[in-house]
């Protein structure tokens, strides 16, 4: 078999969408990790203050490892 054919016999790999989940579940899976919970509810407040009630757990995380990181 040439390269071109193997190349195209080879199933292409799934591509999965991340799935969404909500502001309450991302702080309580973050709770597992994150020992300090008045950084958590102020996060809390923040983000649905903004309107972010739902949203990946790479993007809550990004917008997470920000606010903490942001002075006071």
Avoid at 1 to 11: D, G, L, R
Avoid at 45 to 61: C, I, Q, V
Wanted: negative net charge; hydrophobic residues 40%.
């Amino acid at each position: 078999m040439s390269k071109e054919t193997k190349a195209a016999a080879a199933p292409e790999p799934e591509v999965v969408a991340e799935i969404k989940q909500s502001l309450n579940e991302f702080c309580a899976r973050l709770s597992v990790t994150v020992k300090r919970p008045e950084l958590i509810g102020a996060f809390h407040h923040s983000e649905r203050t903004n309107g972010h009630l739902e949203d990946t757990e790479a993007e809550f995380m990004a917008r997470f490892s920000s606010f903490r990181n942001k002075p006071v």
